[in-house]
């Protein structure tokens, strides 16, 4: 029996994010997320200014008469939504918590997706694949989707990217656009095994890091005497916050971090949607959605 407050919020969820898609993007997405390319639809008689490398010589040899061949775009896409369920999603210093953006974000993506009819699946990982949901159709699907993603309860607290990606590779045969929802803040990982395992993924995937910020993560508060606790290791450190050396050394790597990721995903040639718990996240999905349009248009 799932729990009064958590039906409460998958039909809030519902309403809000159902509107911003009919609103802004349901449009957008089909514009700038496309199918696996061209598939037959029928033969017909050929017509002045037809293109000529599209006649069937079988059919015109049978009937005597020039036919061609129509193609029409294939539509459907399959959309795999990965979410970081790790113990440093569950963290807010103000706004949202970034499991519960998480799960907005992901709602909207799946709503776009099934008004577009494409089938939509989940991923929930930590340090490994924990919840896979195969991509389907349809609201009810969708409202099944976002339950599991407030609903869930992971088993480890760190995180592993790499080893979820050779996992969706397995279990994701057929090109699909894939969406990680996730803090990408993995110590398990290395740059050069974080940039392998996302090369390989984005080489069979349209691959798009849809990356999730706090703002205490990038500054400390001037407030005397802290500990601070890593939520996967659980590494504790004695920080005086009233030195302001130290308050600007930790910004200036948590700076620095959001940069090679950013340098990262560059490198790779991955979209990435940046989205910070203090602010809308409209913004970032509106720029984004332009940009591809603006980029694919060219």
Known sequence: MIPKDILEKILRIDITTNRLVTDVFAGAYHSVFKGRGMEFDEVREYQPGDDIRSIDWNVTAR????HIKKYVEERELTVMILVDASASVHFASTGQMKNKLAAEIAAVLAFAAIRNNDKVGLLMFTDGPELFIPPKKGKSHVLRVIREILYFKPKAKATHLPKVLEYLLKVLRRRSTVFVISDFLDP??????????LRIAHQHHDLIAVTLTDPREMDLPDCSLIELTDAETGAKMLVDTSYE?????????????????SRLFDTIGMDHID?????PYKKALVSFFAQRRHRLAR
């Open 188 to 197: 398990n990982s290395d740059y050069s095994t974080m940039r392998k395992a």
């Open 63 to 66: 009937t005597g008469q020039a």
């Open 275 to 279: 989205i910070s718990t203090d602010v």
């Open 245 to 261: 050396p130290v308050r600007r050394q930790y910004h200036n790597k948590a700076l620095e971090q959001i940069k090679a990721r």
